[in-house]
């Protein structure tokens, strides 16, 4: 089904599944992904492999960070210029993330490998971690600029709607990590340093197969870097509206480390506890996030060709969806708690200890999807300043200082507290400022681009 037909004609429920139900395979795909290398080093029973593996994670997180930001602000411009019918934008768009992808891997890469030491420092490693870690984080380095460009073009295939495309290639890329995750780590001996191999060369697939579809298939999307100078401007609206989504992901990164250096005081076992008991919550949020990614074009194809009500259609009807899955993966997480931290950890004590952390992060999940919709919407409008200013809240303003706050008070039972309050305070915020934007007609009946939209409450 071609793009115009699926975004304006389909019936909405219709597109809504067409969207979403791939790019809700691609993000358990890539929470698969995420979680296999713990789920292996765990098997060795070794707690300081678990927790370094944890220890390491902001350093992906910064790698999707960049890939999200690169990534979704091109999906936005992408999908905004073709519901305009402004092909040439869109192709300079696609170039523009090809040179940002391949230059910003190389940067972050190149200062892990620099600096490694200032790295392992930043992310709390210890004595019983710091090699551990160490072994992880060179690894994960040498493989960014292939991490980054394929989730920015996983990204990017999503705006001309081949999510299909997306989800067979993060597919082909976990299938792999996971084969090459029990050779490398326990067959090799290799421990935490095979799990980075296994990740690296899972993302190495995924890349060779986008590049396979950009040469091979009728696509707009180009890796030509010299026609992202025919349109200049189009840096200035990918960095803007990229923020939004990837604020989210740098400010996770930069709490993980916060948290990280703090729980490391207690141990390398609470580490451990902390990274398995985030799983279960990991999992509802990624899916209840793939449905706002799934309609992202949407919002921003509708949005360019100016058509409102199929506008707020689609946001109302994504919404209930959104919500509906929240209740129920957490209800089901809540339940299947303990064979979930079973998977991560051998010792009883510690898989117990990882289950209550779980039920206490789950109870910020059911409505969170409402925030992550919020993001989208505001960022697929043009409203970049309100998106990242909900960004920054959730992971800054709000969980940092309720974190220090309550872990000054409560010690590290405070700790686990602060997560579901920054989720539940951020989506109640997120509800107004829905409110507010949907009252004042932020979408009006006229044709619109990004880079005129007024950022301004």
Same mark, same amino acid.
């Given at each position: 089904?071609k793009?115009?037909?699926l975004f304006?004609?389909?019936?909405?429920w219709k597109?809504?599944?067409?969207?979403?139900l791939?790019?809700?395979?691609?993000?358990?795909?890539m929470?698969?992904?995420?979680?296999?290398?713990?789920?292996f080093?765990?098997?060795t029973?070794?707690?300081?492999?678990?927790a370094?593996?944890?220890?390491?994670?902001?350093?992906?997180?910064l790698?999707?960070t960049?890939g999200?930001?690169i990534?979704?602000?091109?999906?936005?411009?992408?999908?905004?210029a073709?519901?305009?019918?402004?092909?040439?934008?869109?192709?300079?768009?696609?170039?523009a993330?090809?040179?940002?992808?391949?230059?910003?891997g190389v940067l972050?890469?190149?200062?892990?490998?620099?600096?490694?030491n200032a790295?392992?420092?930043f992310f709390?490693?210890?004595?019983?971690?710091?090699?551990?870690?160490?072994?992880?984080?060179?690894?994960?380095?040498?493989?960014?600029?292939?991490?980054v460009f394929?989730n920015v073009?996983?990204?990017?295939v999503?705006?001309?709607?081949?999510?299909?495309?997306?989800?067979?290639?993060?597919?082909?890329?976990?299938?792999?990590?996971?084969?090459?995750?029990?050779?490398f780590?326990?067959?090799?001996?290799?421990?935490?340093?095979?799990?980075?191999?296994?990740?690296?060369l899972g993302?190495?697939?995924?890349?060779?197969g986008?590049?396979?579809?950009?040469r091979?298939?009728n696509?707009i999307?180009?890796?030509?870097?010299?026609?992202a100078f025919?349109?200049?401007?189009v840096?200035?609206?990918?960095?803007?509206?990229?923020?939004?989504?990837s604020v989210?992901?740098?400010l996770?990164?930069?709490?993980?480390?916060?948290t990280?250096?703090?729980?490391i005081?207690?141990g390398a076992d609470?580490?451990a506890?902390? *990274?398995?008991?985030?799983k279960?919550?990991?999992? @509802? !949020?990624?899916?209840v996030m793939?449905? +706002? %990614? $799934?309609v992202?074009p &949407?919002?921003a194809?509708?949005?360019?060709?100016g058509?409102?009500a199929?506008?707020?259609?689609?946001?109302?009807k994504?919404?209930i969806?959104?919500?509906?899955l929240g209740?129920?993966?957490?209800?089901?997480?809540?339940?299947?708690?303990f064979?979930i931290c *079973?998977?991560?950890?051998?010792?009883?004590?510690? @898989? !117990?200890?990882?289950?209550?952390?779980? +039920? %206490? $992060?789950?109870?910020g &999940?059911?409505?969170?999807?409402?925030?992550?919709?919020?993001?989208?919407?505001l960022?697929s409008?043009?409203?970049?300043?309100?998106?990242?200013?909900?960004?920054?809240?959730?992971?800054?303003?709000?969980?940092?200082?309720l974190?220090?706050?309550?872990?000054?008070?409560?010690?590290?039972?405070?700790?686990?507290y602060? !997560?579901?309050?920054?989720?539940?305070?951020?989506t109640?915020?997120a509800?107004?400022?829905?409110?507010?934007?949907?009252?004042k007609?932020l979408?009006s009946a006229?044709?619109?681009?990004?880079?005129?939209?007024?950022?301004?409450?």
């Open positions: 089904m793009t115009e037909e304006e004609r389909a019936p909405v597109s809504i599944f067409k969207m979403c791939p790019t809700v395979v691609v993000m358990l795909v929470t698969v992904y995420n979680m296999a290398d713990m789920v080093v765990g098997q029973g070794i707690a300081a492999q678990v370094a593996v944890s220890l390491a994670s902001p350093f992906f997180l790698q999707m960049l999200t930001w990534g979704g602000g091109g999906c936005t411009v992408i999908s905004t073709l519901g305009a019918k402004d092909t040439e934008k869109a192709k300079s768009a696609s170039a993330c090809t040179l940002l992808s391949l230059a910003s972050l890469g190149g200062a892990a490998l620099l600096f490694p790295f392992l420092h709390g490693a210890d004595a019983a971690t710091w090699d551990y870690t160490a072994q992880y984080l060179q690894i994960l380095a040498l493989g960014t600029p292939v991490v394929s073009f996983a990204n990017l999503r705006a001309e709607g081949a999510v299909q495309v997306a989800v067979m290639l993060n597919m082909l890329g976990t299938v792999t990590n996971i084969i090459l995750d029990p050779l780590i326990s067959g090799l001996n290799l421990g935490v340093q095979g799990a980075a191999i296994a990740t690296v993302n190495v697939l995924t890349a060779l986008l590049l396979f579809y950009l091979r298939r696509t999307l180009t890796l030509n870097m010299r026609k025919h349109m200049p401007h840096f200035r609206e990918i960095f803007t509206l990229g923020i939004p989504g989210s992901n740098l996770m990164s930069a709490v993980n480390t916060i990280n250096r703090i729980v005081a207690y609470t580490v506890e902390m *990274g398995a008991g985030g279960a919550g990991m999992i @509802v !949020a990624m899916v793939a449905i +706002a %990614l $799934g992202q &949407m919002f194809y509708l949005y360019g060709a058509n409102t199929r506008l707020r259609e689609t946001f109302r994504s919404g969806l959104a919500v509906s209740i129920v993966l957490s209800v089901v997480c809540f339940i299947f708690r064979p *079973g998977l991560f950890l051998k010792d009883e004590a510690l @898989v !117990a200890s990882a289950a209550h952390i779980t +039920a %206490l $992060g789950l109870l &999940m059911p409505l969170i999807g409402i925030y992550y919709l919020a993001v989208n919407y960022q409008v043009g409203k970049a300043v309100q998106a990242s200013v909900l960004s920054v809240l959730r992971q800054g303003a709000v969980y940092v200082p974190l220090l706050s309550l872990h000054g008070m409560f010690g590290l039972f405070g700790v686990f602060a !997560a579901p309050a920054a989720d539940i305070f951020s109640l915020l509800i107004l400022l829905l409110y507010r934007a949907i009252k007609d979408v006229k044709p619109h681009s990004p880079a005129k939209a007024k950022n301004t409450f």
